[in-house]
């Protein structure tokens, strides 16, 4: 099984974490603001660059910590649909971020956000039956730099600033939680990225407890929960999950983030044909998403390569969208291709896996 650097990278230390060091190696206080400004300000690619740090230190600091944990191998699409870049990291292990420049985000309304969707884990463990980034396994968690540095390569890599951030790529976030809250801290750090929390969105298959925990955490980032299903009979059939967390406990979890941060969750439901597109699934989820504030995000399912299910009819999305507005649950459908963008995520990577067939 392939392990991290053994070095740790400078881009998962906090500015507290950076001064430490420093400290450490017997430089005064003012060097840790010099060294993140540098990374986050200027967006140096080396120690080297540093130049108003001692030589000796930026050697000693180049010994210590690596600097970068991603190196890009490929990029797929266009500036006006969406990136997708490939990405390696220092064990050989493959991630993609993808980028969704200047078009309106993934909730429907129009706006200029530029929305990069960033992986957490190198795979997945919980096999939900619609997903390709579950179709290998999981391999390991990503550091907190390897997930920080998603967004500073792509910033580089296409030139735009990135002003909305979605954890939708591959990995269950949550279950990445302590790398997950750094690279969060760091990301929304005024020292650091800067990206406001509310621009940030998490994305669980629903893991019930990491709900409760990330409700008492003080940032207000959002997040979405992976629905699709909403009775456990329909849920299980889809996500493997739901037999460990079932329904009643997500929702208890979901009522109890809701209650604590005053904020409005949102179910993501993909729409698979015959699976969860009927009219009593639609009444089941309208529901619940009364009972806890939730707004519905419905995706038309993408074919996966080696998974079974498909797309319904525009008909039939849309007679299911009715009975949510009939209603009056809050609920959007994305239709256009750039916003079926999360359900790429892993497939390239599988493209280019050697293992993969
Ligand atoms: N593990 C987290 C984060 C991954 S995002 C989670 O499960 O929430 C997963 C989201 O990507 C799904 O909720 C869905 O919105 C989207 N997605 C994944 N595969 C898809 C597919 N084949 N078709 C449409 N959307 C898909
Ligand atoms: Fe993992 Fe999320 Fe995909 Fe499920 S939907 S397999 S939890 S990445």
Redesign the pocket.
């Known amino acids: 099984m392939p392990t991290a650097s053994a070095r740790p990278l400078i881009k998962s230390l906090t500015l507290d974490e950076v001064s430490e060091r420093l400290r450490a190696l017997g430089q005064p206080a003012y060097r840790a603001k010099q060294v993140t400004q540098w990374i986050y300000g200027k967006r140096v690619k080396s120690f080297t660059e540093m130049s108003d740090l001692p030589a000796g230190l930026r050697e000693q600091l180049a010994a210590e910590l690596a600097f970068s944990g991603l190196e890009p191998v490929r990029t797929l699409g266009s500036k006006d649909t969406t990136l997708k870049y490939l990405f390696k990291l220092d064990d050989g292990a493959l991630i993609e971020s993808v980028l969704i420049p200047a078009s309106p985000a993934l909730y429907g309304e129009a706006s200029d956000r530029r929305t990069i969707c960033i992986s957490t ?1 190198v ?6 039956k ?6 290998d396994g999981w391999s390991r968690n990503l550091q907190a730099g390897e997930i920080v540095d998603q967004v500073l390569r792509t910033e580089e890599l296409s030139g735009e600033k990135i002003n909305n951030i979605v954890f ?5 976030p949550l ?1 990445n939680f302590a790398n997950l809250m750094k690279a969060i801290t760091i990301i929304n750090a005024p020292w650091g990225v800067g990206l406001g929390a509310r621009h940030i969105t998490l ?3 629903g893991l019930a407890p990491q709900i409760k925990e990330l409700a008492e955490q003080p940032l207000q980032v959002r997040l979405a929960i ?1 629905l699709h299903g909403a009775t456990n009979e329909v849920r299980q059939q889809i ?1 493997p ?1 739901n037999r460990k967390y079932p329904l009643e406990v997500l929702l208890d979890a979901c009522e109890f983030y809701t209650q604590r941060k005053k904020q409005w969750l949102t179910f993501e439901y993909i729409l698979i044909e015959g699976i969860n597109d009927r009219p009593e699934d639609a009444k089941a989820l309208v529901k619940i998403a009364r009972k806890v504030k939730a707004k519905i995000n419905c995706i038309p399912y993408n074919k996966v390569e080696g998974l079974e299910w498909t797309r319904p009819s525009e008909d039939r999305q849309d007679a299911f969208m009715a009975i949510l507005e009939a209603a009056r649950v809050p609920a959007t459908i994305r239709r256009e291709k750039g916003h079926d963008i999360a359900a790429a ?2 497939q390239l990577r599988r493209q280019t896996m050697p293992t993969a067939a």
């Open positions: 884990q795979g997945c463990a919980y096999g939900c619609f997903c390709a980034s579950g179709l939708m790529g591959m990995g269950e279950a994305s669980t298959s992976s996500m999950v995520c892993g």
